[in-house]
């Protein structure tokens, strides 16, 4: 973190506040119940609200739907769910998210032998742990390209979304990295890396276990190499099927011999249904009364995995997804903020939408 902030030390400073989880997600539960009593200290009817706050998103929700159903009487059928735990392009106006990736995450594990080696007397002869590994991540992966191998990670983009991308690209431009001085995005066209990060299948590794730091690493041919891996899916793909395909083609036919496990889970991700004029209409409002511009739309590259599971449940459903992680806001990672006029200005488009509802 910069100097004077840290993940539990609150701190404002040029209209953000920073720490750790302000952003993503603390605010959503105030901003909800904040759009809803301004409403009624204005006398501005608005529809019967439920609200669900849960504290599992990080680790995959995987307790909210029995929640879901235990309280489904109370719940009802809702027409219109909203949620604040997206992000947004800029900080200039409301931007409501089309869709999800959804991701295979596990670890894949590669032994060779029993214990550590020389390197100068087995190299060689015994092949490298890290090599096999590598050998097995271009199974799924182009090494020039990051474009998946695997025909199950692949789909077509719908029509609309590659329209509504090419707008949000042209708002946008270049999306703020903050790369090395000389490195720059895989792509020279804005629209690409954006349609990229939202519908392609992408592997990341985001963490190694086998492999000691280098202050303490010696001259051993290390007995096994274990790398976390991170695979985003295409917001329309299978997750149950995604994982198969990945754990099979990882452990098939090992090289060399070696003992190769890919062990992990998965959530599958998410696409809107075509949102209804009123909504449309509504939230363009909002946008141009409070933040001066329209509402943009836009796919994220992240993964929320209840929207998966309230679209199955509510299929009927209008989704308002918004939120405020946007350039820089880093969830996360270190410097984390929330924009603290933005949020404002957010949480009023919510109550005009809901006010518009009703």
């Known amino acids: 973190w910069a100097e004077g902030k840290g993940p539990w030390v609150p701190v404002i400073e040029d209209g953000k506040l920073y720490g750790r989880g302000g952003a993503d997600d603390g605010y959503a539960a105030f901003a909800s119940l904040t759009a809803i009593n301004a409403l009624r200290e204005q006398g501005v009817p608005h529809a019967r609200c439920v609200m669900v706050i849960e504290g599992c998103e990080e680790s995959g929700s995987y307790d909210l739907p029995a929640y879901i159903d235990h309280l489904a009487d109370r719940i009802g059928t809702p027409s219109l769910v909203v949620c604040l735990d997206s992000g947004a392009g800029n900080y200039e106006q409301l931007w409501n998210t089309t869709s999800l990736r959804g991701m295979v995450g596990g670890t894949l594990r590669v032994d060779i032998v029993r214990e550590g080696l020389h390197s100068g007397g087995a190299s060689g002869a015994v092949p490298s742990s890290f090599r096999i590994a590598r050998m097995l991540l271009d199974r799924l992966e182009h090494p020039q390209t990051g474009l998946t191998?695997?025909?199950?990670?692949?789909?077509?983009?719908?029509?609309?979304?590659?329209?509504?991308?090419?707008l949000a690209?042209?708002?946008?431009?270049d999306e703020p990295f903050p790369f090395v001085e000389g490195a720059g995005?895989?792509?020279?066209?804005?629209?690409?890396n954006h349609l990229a990060r939202t519908w392609q299948a992408t592997l990341s590794v985001t963490g190694v276990g086998g492999i000691p730091p280098i202050e303490t690493a010696g001259n051993v041919l290390r007995p096994y190499?274990?790398?976390?891996?991170?695979l985003r899916l295409p917001p329309t793909v299978d997750g149950a099927t995604a994982y198969a395909a990945v754990k099979a083609e990882l452990e098939r036919d090992p090289p060399y011999g070696a003992q190769v496990s890919f062990e992990g889970d998965q959530a599958t991700g998410w696409e809107a249904p075509p949102i209804a004029e009123w909504l449309h209409a509504s939230a363009t409002r909002a946008s141009q009364a409070f933040y001066g511009k329209p509402m943009m739309y836009m796919g994220e590259g992240g993964t929320i995995p209840f929207m998966g599971m309230l679209g199955e449940k509510f299929p009927?459903?209008?989704?308002?997804?918004?939120?405020?992680?946007g350039p820089e806001s880093n969830a996360?990672?270190?410097n984390e903020f929330l924009h603290i006029p933005f949020a404002k200005k957010l949480t009023a488009c919510v109550a005009q939408v809901l006010a518009d509802h009703a």
């Open 149 to 166: 191998r695997l025909d199950a990670l692949k789909v077509e983009v719908p029509e609309a979304r590659l329209q509504q991308n090419a």
């Open 316 to 325: 009927e459903a209008q989704f308002l997804i918004t939120g405020v992680l």
């Open 169 to 173: 690209a042209q708002v946008l431009g």
């Open 225 to 230: 190499t274990a790398l976390k891996l991170s």
């Open 332 to 334: 996360h990672g270190p």
């Open 185 to 192: 995005p895989v792509h020279a066209d804005p629209a690409a």
